[in-house]
């Protein structure tokens, strides 16, 4: 009687979490009020019980489940404890837990207000002259903050990255940063350089993971683009955005160059596709030969480590996992970020509204 009373407790928890997702999927508002009130308390939970651990729990706790669905079964048939309808719902189970886990702990996220939305910013419509101006501008700060080498302190970068967040205005609904949160490198790090993953957020346990094979030019970049994901940004886009500006307000000369150089993949993308092949040129041409070469070695060094099949994969499959989490553009989000910066006015960080 009490195992069946402790079943129905825990599938009556499970479904309540479930509604709960859902509601903040289809529901105007549900997302943005889980943004704003209820995942700054659980991501300062979840991360201070990380904090007490030195390794990624994401990883540890992600391989368990999977040893144990796979070998769940075998064990109850060898012990024939239990029937196979036992088997298969004690597996649907766990695994809508760790489903209601994930949007719960990080993923409802993906449902609040878009970036322009919670900004009070309008969106802009493409004006040449405008680009061109941007343009013009960008590869002059990118030329002027070029590093040969790039050396910065990562506890300082952090102590001054988590200062810069807290300053944010508040209509951007971000979290607040805590002082335990702390970057961790991943586990099985030659897997992630192998389809080109340079960090993630690992939604279990609110930790920001860095892969340890980063170059130092693109570390400052990668840290604040993982830790806006930690303060409630799903969007790969604004992540990137949140990067840029933190790095280019930074008091480092390196970590601002880090900024400028983080961005150039996306600038270049955007300038590709709106100018002819002869103007794209002429832009390129105006950045420094230097940082066009430090660009080419970085795009080299990732090469000689990526896999281009499981890459392939793993880009197919989370470009679905986007674009089912309303994330329409799918991959190409990452490239949105120059839509951002041209949509703000150049006075945006002082106004707190």
Same mark, same amino acid.
């Given at each position: 009687?009490?195992?069946?009373?402790?079943?129905?407790?825990?599938?009556?928890?499970?479904?309540?979490?479930?509604?709960?997702?859902?509601?903040?999927?289809?529901?105007?508002?549900? @997302?943005? @009020?889980?943004?704003?009130?209820?995942?700054?308390?659980?991501?300062?939970?979840?991360?201070?019980?990380?904090?007490?651990?030195?390794?990624?729990?994401?990883?540890? /706790?992600? %391989?368990?489940? %999977?040893?144990?669905?796979?070998?769940? *079964?075998?064990?109850?048939? #060898?012990?024939?404890?239990?029937?196979?309808?036992? #088997?298969?719902?004690?597996?649907?189970?766990?695994?809508?837990?760790?489903?209601?886990?994930?949007?719960?702990?990080? @993923? +409802?996220?993906?449902?609040?207000? $878009?970036?322009?939305?919670?900004?009070?910013?309008?969106?802009?419509? !493409?004006?040449? &002259?405008?680009?061109? $101006?941007?343009?013009?501008?960008?590869?002059?700060?990118?030329?002027?903050? !070029?590093? *040969?080498?790039?050396?910065?302190?990562?506890?300082?970068?952090?102590?001054?990255?988590?200062?810069?967040?807290?300053?944010?205005?508040?209509?951007?609904?971000?979290?607040?940063?805590?002082?335990?949160?702390? *970057?961790?490198?991943?586990?099985? +790090?030659?897997? =992630?350089?192998?389809?080109?993953?340079?960090?993630?957020? @690992?939604?279990?346990?609110?930790?920001?993971?860095?892969?340890?094979?980063?170059?130092?030019? &693109?570390?400052?970049?990668?840290?604040?683009?993982?830790?806006?994901?930690?303060?409630?940004?799903?969007?790969?886009?604004?992540?990137?955005?949140?990067? !840029?500006?933190?790095?280019?307000?930074?008091?480092?000369?390196?970590?601002?160059?880090?900024?400028?150089?983080?961005?150039?993949? !996306?600038?270049?993308? +955007?300038?590709?596709?709106?100018?002819?092949?002869?103007?794209?040129?002429?832009?390129?041409?105006?950045?420094?030969?230097?940082?066009?070469?430090? /660009?080419?070695?970085?795009?080299?060094? /990732?090469?000689?480590?990526?896999? *281009?099949?499981?890459?392939?994969?793993?880009?197919?499959?989370?470009?679905?996992?986007?674009?089912?989490?309303? #994330?329409?553009?799918?991959?190409?989000? =990452?490239? &949105?970020?120059?839509?951002?910066?041209?949509?703000?006015?150049?006075?945006? /960080?002082? %106004?707190?509204?």
């Amino acid at each position: 009687m009490k195992r069946t009373t402790f079943r129905k407790i825990r599938w009556t928890l499970l479904a309540v979490c479930l509604l709960y997702v859902l509601g903040c999927r289809w529901i105007p508002g549900w @997302g943005e @009020g889980y943004a704003t009130c209820l995942y700054p308390t659980l991501a300062a939970g979840l991360s201070a019980v990380a904090s007490l651990f030195p390794f990624s729990l994401e990883e540890i /706790w992600v %391989v368990t489940v %999977v040893l144990w669905l796979l070998g769940y *079964p075998l064990y109850a048939h #060898i012990r024939k404890r239990e029937k196979g309808r036992t #088997i298969i719902r004690r597996e649907i189970e766990v695994l809508l837990a760790v489903y209601g886990w994930f949007y719960l702990g990080w @993923g +409802n996220n993906y449902y609040r207000q $878009d970036f322009f939305r919670r900004s009070q910013t309008e969106r802009v419509a !493409y004006d040449e &002259q405008q680009f061109r $101006d941007f343009l013009t501008m960008y590869a002059d700060s990118l030329n002027a903050s !070029y590093l *040969p080498s790039v050396h910065f302190s990562a506890d300082s970068l952090e102590h001054e990255m988590k200062a810069l967040y807290a300053q944010v205005p508040s209509r951007f609904g971000l979290s607040n940063p805590c002082d335990w949160q702390h *970057p961790k490198r991943v586990l099985f +790090n030659s897997l =992630y350089s192998g389809v080109g993953v340079l960090g993630y957020m @690992g939604p279990f346990f609110a930790e920001s993971q860095l892969n340890a094979e980063l170059l130092p030019v &693109q570390y400052p970049f990668t840290y604040i683009h993982e830790y806006a994901h930690l303060l409630g940004v799903s969007n790969e886009a604004e992540a990137n955005f949140w990067a !840029y500006q933190l790095c280019i307000r930074s008091a480092s000369p390196a970590v601002r160059y880090s900024g400028y150089f983080g961005l150039l993949p !996306y600038v270049a993308v +955007n300038a590709a596709s709106v100018l002819s092949e002869s103007d794209y040129r002429d832009f390129l041409a105006t950045i420094r030969p230097e940082v066009l070469g430090q /660009w080419e070695e970085k795009s080299k060094y /990732w090469g000689e480590r990526y896999s *281009p099949l499981v890459g392939a994969v793993q880009r197919k499959m989370y470009d679905w996992f986007l674009k089912g989490n309303k #994330i329409s553009e799918g991959h190409k989000n =990452y490239a &949105q970020v120059v839509e951002m910066v041209l949509a703000l006015p150049s006075d945006w /960080w002082k %106004v707190k509204r």
